[in-house]
Every structure is written in structure tokens, then in C-alpha cells.
């Protein structure tokens, strides 16, 4: 039953991106979208872009080796490196990215459950910090009850994180008082442990470094725009975190449509055209997504299973 469940929601998840990119390619012209993509079209700006797209893989493959670095000294960052692309392979098509969790698959040195705590503490920095560069896009696109629920979320993602223990004593009056989330009560202890085993000097800097990275993925984005059209540093403030946000949605298979869709629309209130906005954005996911990703499967196949690690 549950095989046929999963079956239904991936079909049901090919005709929504099916359906979606459709809709967007044919709103804004097939023509003009491929004029984006012709090699004409792309100036020094997309250059620029393109090595900071590389900047922002490193800083993120260095992130996640300063995490495996506190569990367990002396591993190498090539090891590292392999581990982060072979997620990025396995997050490609899952919702949420939740296949990064295949990180393990070039870590002899570390268990299994070990490495998907760490993969998932490593997504939650990711979606706080997201959320929070979104605010200003939120306050500016959406309604003040929207800016106000997403700056409560971050605030209870910032308290599990560096009061874990005063977070799992709300938890444990949560679950008693609504016996619905009693349920969930294991989940949150195991948490609580990970995470209060991190030092806070630790969190500081992980916080830090995820913040810059995504810092860097707004600059990113200016460069892609600016290769086909001038757009303003304010304009990129406030749309680009909202893209990320909506791109963590599991509505389509690897966010096609949704992402490009939301681009287009929040871009044409700066007078960016469509097609500019269409392929900044899907630029950015082939860019920091898509091709990294790719090389994670090169090389879960070249070494051809996940539980065949690096030998040393």
C-alpha cells in the first residue's frame, strides 16, 4: 500500500512540473527563452557568476567539513568533498533534499545515523537562515501575518539551537498538553541530544559560515540577472531568498516551474523582463544544484555503490 502511495505522489508530481513548466515556457515565449540561453546572450557578468558559483560549492563543502571535523578529527576534505556531492545527487530529486542524507556514502570513519543527524541539523541551519533573508521579501510581497508566522518560526529555530534543553522542556508541556505531539516526543529528544553536543562557539561559526554562503548566492544572482538586464542590489535582496524558500516546497520534481514561476513574477514588479528572470533563476539551479548533483552520481557510480567507500 505504501509502495503504491509513493508511486501516486511521483506521478502526481511529474504531471504538476510537467504542467507548471508548460505554463511558464509558454507565458513567456519559447523564443525568447532560448534567445537567454544562446551564446551570444552571455556577457562577462555570467562569467562572474559562474566562479562565484564555485565559491559558494566550496564554502558549502567546507561547512559540512567543519561539522564532520567535530565529531570526529583528522578527516580529509577530499573525503569531505565526495561526501557533499554524493548528496547533492541524492537531494537532486527528493522533497525537501532530503537524499542528502547519502552523504554517508564516502565516510568509512562515521556511522550511518551519525551522518543523517548531521545532514539534517546541517538543512535546518539552512532553512533558518533562508527564512530569515526571505523577511524582507516577505514583509514586501506578502502581508504582515505571513512576515510575522515566518519571524516566530525562526525564532523557535534559533532557541532549539542554542537552548536545546530549555526547547526540549517546551516540548515535553507541548506533548502533554496536546497528546497528538506525544508522538513525536522520541524525535525531538534525539534531536535535543545532537544538537546540545555541538559547543556553542561551534554554532556560532556554522551560523556564520552558512549565512555567508547564501550571502554569496544572492551575488550569485546579481550577476545572472545583470548579464541580460540592470537590476537594482534591492531588487535581489528581496526576491532571491523568497525563490530559495519557494524552491524548498516538494510541489514539483527539483522545483521546475515553481521556482522560475515565482522569479517571473516577483522580478516584474523591478522591470526585469520574463525571459531574464526565467533563466537567472534556472541558471542559479544548474549552477549551484543541478551540476554538482550530476557530478555526486558520476561518482556513486564510478565507485558503484554508496556502501563502497573511499578505500584509504
Known sequence: MRGIKKTAVFVFKIGVTAFLVYWVV????????????????????????????????????????????????????GDSSRS????????????????????????KDHKKNLVIGLVMIDRLFDLAVVLFLALFGLFHFASIYVF???????????????YPR????????????????????SM????????AAVSLSFKVRFLFYTIISYVVVMMEFYFLVSNYRDVSIEAVILV???????????????????REGTAVLLLASFGIPAPAALSSAFWLFLLNTALPGIAGMVLLLFYRSIFSPVKR
Open 240 to 258: 532571491q531568498p523568497v525563490i530559495m524558500l519557494v524552491n524548498i516546497l516538494p510541489i514539483t520534481i527539483a522545483g521546475l516551474g515553481v
Open 166 to 185: 530549555r526547547f526540549l522542556q517546551w516540548v515535553v508541556v507541548l506533548t502533554k498538553r496536546f497528546p497528538y505531539f506525544s508522538r513525536f516526543h
Open 188 to 195: 525531538f529528544l534525539s534531536w535535543v541530544e545532537k544538537i
Open 148 to 162: 510575522a508566522a515566518a519571524a516566530g518560526l525562526i525564532g523557535v529555530f534559533f532557541f532549539a539551537f542554542f
Open 84 to 107: 557533499y556531492l554524493a548528496g547533492m545527487a541524492g537531494g537532486l530529486f527528493t522533497p525537501g533534499r532530503i537524499g542528502e542524507i547519502s552523504r554517508f556514502a564516502f565516510l
Open 26 to 77: 509558454r507565458s513567456v515565449g519559447f523564443d525568447k527563452i532560448r534567445g537567454c540561453f544562446a551564446v551570444g546572450s552571455f556577457r562577462y557578468l555570467f562569467y562572474i557568476a559562474v566562479l562565484i558559483s564555485v565559491l559558494f560549492s566550496f564554502l558549502k563543502v567546507y561547512k559540512w567539513h567543519i561539522m564532520l571535523q567535530q565529531t570526529s578529527r583528522g578527516g580529509r576534505f
